[in-house]
């Protein structure tokens, strides 16, 4: 089992996403007292009750305790567009896993919200603070 990808926010929030001896992949993410872990084919919240899942066509995840968390559902990392939508009007902050690095342009509910989103190397991770609502991201660069 090794680590491809990690990252941190405070010490209530983190993300690993590990290559498994059988080859698989796995997305973990721990919020708060919530751990989302992620196989590519399903997705569980521990506790259950702790977590509203989201279903997409590229992404799982779920929103809890503040954070809406996705995974990308391919074992490569997304090097294009993509879609999701959050219910709600909460203001959350956002973990999208399983990018590719570079600069990525984040659309919400038909507007440019952010132009200056970078996913790093190491971690694969989309990180950004924004309202609930309909997403598309763009990599830039």
Excluded at 60 to 87: H, I, K, M, Q
Aim: proline share 3%.
């Amino acid at each position: 089992m090794g680590v491809i990808g990690e990252f941190k926010a405070g010490p209530d929030v983190s993300y690993t996403l590990t290559a498994e001896k059988d080859g698989k992949m796995l997305y973990r993410a721990a919020v708060k007292e919530v751990v989302l872990t992620y196989d590519l084919k399903t997705l569980r919240a521990e506790p259950e009750s702790g977590a509203q899942k989201i279903t997409e066509i590229d992404f799982a995840g779920a929103v809890t305790g503040g954070w809406a968390v996705f995974f990308y559902n391919e074992s490569r990392a997304l090097r294009s567009t993509s879609s999701f939508a959050v219910p709600g009007e909460a203001k959350l902050q956002f973990l999208i896993g399983g990018l590719a690095p570079g600069g990525w342009d984040v659309w919400r509910n038909g507007w440019l919200e952010d132009t200056k989103s970078v996913v790093d190397a190491q971690s694969g991770v989309l990180h950004f603070e924004a309202l609930a609502g309909s997403y598309f991201i763009r990599k830039t660069s």
